[in-house]
C-alpha cells in the first residue's frame, strides 16, 4: 500500500521561508511522478509543483515560479518543497500527491495523480 505523509506545515509571517516534506512509503516504483497540490477554503484544488523522477522533469505553477524550489533527498521517499518569500495567498492546505509508472504529466491537475497524504496546513500572514 503507497502512504503518504505530508510535513512542515505551520505559521509565518509574509516573507518569511517554510519546507515541507513529503515522506512515501510502500513506493516501489523507479519511474514515477510526484506533486505538491494546496487548496484554500472555498476554492479548487491546484497543482503547485511536481517532479517526475525517471524523466528528470520539474514543473512549477506560474504563481509560485522562482520563489518555491522541489527537491529530493531519497529519489523514492522523500521529496521536499523549499517555500521562500512566502505571501498571503500561498495560504492553504498543501497535499502530496504521486503516480507511480509515469515519464511525464500532461498538466498539474489532481486528475494525474492517484494517490495523495493527508495534507498539511500552512498559513501565511501579513
Known amino acids: 500500500q503507497v502512504r503518504l505523509e505530508e510535513s512542515g506545515g505551520g505559521s509565518v509571517q509574509s516573507g518569511g521561508s517554510l519546507r515541507l516534506s513529503c515522506a512515501a512509503s510502500g513506493y516501489t516504483y523507479n519511474i514515477y511522478c510526484m506533486g505538491w497540490f494546496r487548496q484554500a477554503p472555498g476554492k479548487e484544488r491546484e497543482g503547485v509543483a511536481a517532479?517526475?523522477?525517471?524523466?528528470?522533469?520539474?514543473y512549477y505553477a506560474d504563481s509560485v515560479k522562482g520563489r518555491f524550489t522541489l527537491s529530493q533527498e531519497n529519489a523514492k521517499t522523500t521529496v521536499q518543497l523549499e517555500r521562500n518569500s512566502l505571501k498571503p495567498m500561498d495560504t492553504a492546505m498543501y497535499y502530496c500527491?504521486?503516480?507511480?509508472?509515469?515519464?511525464?504529466?500532461?498538466?498539474?491537475?489532481?486528475?494525474?495523480?492517484?494517490?495523495w497524504g493527508q495534507g498539511t496546513q500552512v498559513i501565511v500572514s501579513s
Open positions: 517532479i517526475c523522477a525517471g524523466a528528470g522533469r520539474t
Open positions: 500527491a504521486t503516480v507511480p509508472g509515469q515519464w511525464a504529466i500532461a498538466s498539474m491537475t489532481p486528475a494525474e495523480f492517484h494517490y
